[in-house]
């Protein structure tokens, strides 16, 4: 009994390896082609709602980018974050320790389609 569990375990395993397809280079080209044709058509992003609704996901949006550009660790030294959202945008900046000198990034993203449209960090 213990080999056809083993056996059938083993099947189902190498079942879900294969049941997963690809499209492949090719046709992330043509539905990039696509998308760049007609921007609005059949797309989620309507530029009216709001894809990033919340500080958390304001914050997970931006940290991946400022980690990657600055280092995780400096960025990480700058919390509390301050995070505002103003009019459509997410305002994001990092903060200093009490009486410490130096600078902090700054990064706005559009909460409508997640845009980056400013990255800086003062010295």
């Not at 921007?39 to 958390?56: A, T």
């Amino acid at each position: 009994m213990k080999k056809i569990a083993i056996i059938l375990s083993f099947t189902l395993i190498s079942c879900n390896e294969v049941t997963h397809s690809k499209l492949g280079k090719e046709y992330a080209v043509q539905e990039l082609q696509e998308t760049l044709a007609n921007p609005q058509d059949n797309n989620f992003v309507d530029n009216k709602e709001f894809i990033i609704k919340d500080k958390k996901t304001a914050i997970a949006v931006s940290e991946p980018i400022l980690f990657e550009i600055y280092g995780k660790s400096h960025i990480e030294d700058q919390k509390p974050y301050e995070v505002y959202l103003i009019k459509n945008y997410w305002v994001i900046r990092g903060t200093l320790m009490h009486l410490s000198f130096g600078g902090t990034f700054l990064i706005i993203i559009d909460a409508r389609n997640s845009r980056v449209l400013r990255i800086i960090h003062g010295k």
